[in-house]
C-alpha cells in the first residue's frame, strides 16, 4: 500500500503559537516513530509508539512536546508554546514493530519554521 | 551523548570515484547496522544494512565493511554516480529494542559529473 505520509509538508507560525504535525503510518504497522532533523543534524529521536504499550517518550526535549497515537494507527505531534529553535524538520517512521532489525519507513517529513 | 559517530559530515567525489563514509561506534551491544540514504525533501530510506557476524555486505555498487573490534563499520559507493548525491546516515540498534536506533549525524554526498 502508500507509504507514511505526513502533513502539512510545511509549516511556517509564530512563537508562541502550539502546532500539531499528523502523521500516517504504513498499515498494518504497530510501530511508529518521531524524530526530528535539524539543519546538518543526524535523527533524533523523539517518541515511540509500539502497539497498545505505553509510549517511550523519553526523546521529547521538553513538555512543550507531546505525542498521541489514536486507534493504533494515526498520530499527532503537538508543540505548545513554539519557540524559534523548534525550527526543524520532522520526521514519522513506521515498522512492523517485530524486533530491532525491521527496516523503519519514514515519511517526507514536515518542515517547521517558527519566526 | 552520540553513540554513534559519523564522518566526513561532507563528501565531494567525482563520478567514477569510490565515495567512503566512515562510522564508529561506542555500545557493544548494538547489533545490527543500517545505513539510510536521504535526498533532499525526502524522508531516509533503507540502502543497506549489515549483522555483526559477518564482516563485509555488498549490494551493487554498496558495500558495508563491518569491524567489529575497532568497533567502526563504513559504507563504500563505487563507480559513484551523480544520482548518488544525497546524505548518507549510518545507524546502529539494540537487539530486541525496537526503539533504540542511534543515528549518526550524516554525510552530505556530492558527486560531481
Known amino acids: 500500500g502508500a507509504g507514511v505520509s505526513q502533513s502539512p509538508s510545511n509549516k511556517v507560525t509564530e512563537k508562541g503559537k502550539d502546532v500539531e504535525l499528523r502523521c500516517d503510518p504504513i498499515?498494518?504497522?504497530?510501530?511508529l516513530y518521531w524524530y526530528r532533523q535539524s539543519l546538518g543534524q543526524g535523527l533524533e529521536f523523539l517518541i515511540y509508539?509500539?502497539?497498545?504499550?505505553?509510549?517511550?517518550k523519553s526523546g521529547l526535549p521538553s513538555d512543550r512536546f507531546s505525542a498521541e497515537r489514536t486507534g493504533g494507527s494515526v498520530s499527532t505531534l503537538t508543540i505548545q508554546r513554539t519557540q524559534q529553535e523548534d525550527s526543524a524538520v520532522y520526521l514519522c517512521?513506521?515498522?512492523?514493530?517485530?524486533?530491532?532489525?525491521?527496516?523503519?519507513?519514514f515519511g517526507p517529513g514536515t518542515r517547521l519554521t517558527v519566526l | 551523548q552520540q553513540q554513534v559517530k559519523q564522518s566526513p559530515q561532507s563528501l565531494i567525489v567525482q563520478k567514477g570515484g569510490i565515495s567512503i563514509i566512515n562510522c564508529a561506534y561506542e555500545?557493544?551491544?548494538?547489533?545490527?547496522f543500517p545505513w539510510y540514504q536521504q535526498f533532499p525533501g525526502k524522508g531516509p530510506a533503507l540502502l543497506i544494512a549489515?549483522?555483526?557476524?559477518?564482516s563485509e555486505k555488498k549490494e551493487g555498487r554498496f558495500t558495508i565493511s563491518f569491524n567489529k573490534s575497532a568497533k567502526q563499520f563504513s559504507l563504500h559507493i563505487m563507480d559513484s554516480q551523480p544520482g548518488d548525491s544525497a546524505t548518507y546516515f549510518c545507524?546502529?540498534?539494540?537487539?530486541?529494542?525496537?526503539?533504540?536506533?542511534?543515528f549518526g549525524a550524516g554525510t552530505r554526498l556530492t558527486v560531481k559529473p
Open positions: 517512521a513506521s515498522s512492523s514493530g517485530r524486533g530491532n532489525r525491521d527496516t523503519q519507513y
Open positions: 498499515s498494518g504497522h504497530t510501530a
Open positions: 509508539f509500539q502497539g497498545n504499550s505505553a509510549p517511550d
Open positions: 555500545n557493544t551491544a548494538f547489533d545490527y
Open positions: 549489515i549483522r555483526p557476524d559477518v
Open positions: 545507524a546502529a540498534s539494540m537487539p530486541r529494542n525496537n526503539n533504540d536506533m542511534r
